[in-house]
């Protein structure tokens, strides 16, 4: 089981380096958006282990890939989405879709309804667990810097000075 869990974990490494090639990832940032991935398939895993279900799976570890996406974005200064797209891609559910439409053109309605619904319930978990850690960052964010395209940089105060 160990050799399973490793082999999964370092296939969504590879999986995520090579998706962040193959977007246009800059060089010295594909090892990390690698990194982000490989934990976010480490994380689904785990919570797969301990039984959470699709949806609570993908949701745990859409926050955890979201988390370590933007705190990569600060150290190394660079946008959040180099990170964070390749980062929840192993939660993304394509094969979902994929069983959607395969029971819909078999006309299998009640499978086919069933994997829409939990397609759909994965999907929202993944915006949701995006959007409470972009919210928490943005709570936290201390300064007025502020993040353009490439870099952060010094934004101008919104307080006249005296």
């Known amino acids: 089981m160990i050799i399973k869990f490793i082999a999964g974990v ?11 090639v193959y977007i246009e990832v800059p060089k010295n940032y594909l090892l990390r958006a690698g990194l982000v991935g490989g934990i976010g398939g480490f ?3 785990l919570s797969m282990e301990f039984q959470l279900g699709d949806v609570g799976a993908s949701f745990l570890s859409a926050l955890v890939a979201a988390i370590v996406a933007h705190i990569f974005a600060r150290l190394f200064k660079a946008p959040v ?11 993304v559910p394509g094969a ?3 069983r959607t439409v395969y ?3 078999t006309g299998n309605e009640t499978l086919a309804g069933y994997y829409l619904i ?4 994965i999907a929202g978990g993944i915006a949701l667990a ?5 919210s ?9 810097w502020k993040q353009n395209s490439l870099t952060y940089i010094k934004g101008k105060s919104d307080t006249p000075k005296q």
């Open 96 to 98: 979902g879709m994929y």
């Open 103 to 105: 029971y819909v053109i």
């Open 118 to 121: 939990q397609t759909l319930e």
């Open 43 to 45: 994380t689904y895993l």
């Open 10 to 20: 370092i296939g969504a490494f590879i999986a995520i380096y090579s998706f962040a």
């Open 136 to 144: 928490l960052f943005r709570a936290l964010q201390k300064g007025d």
């Open 81 to 91: 989405t180099l990170f964070l797209i390749p980062g929840i891609l192993p939660t």
């Open 130 to 134: 995006i959007f409470v850690v972009d």
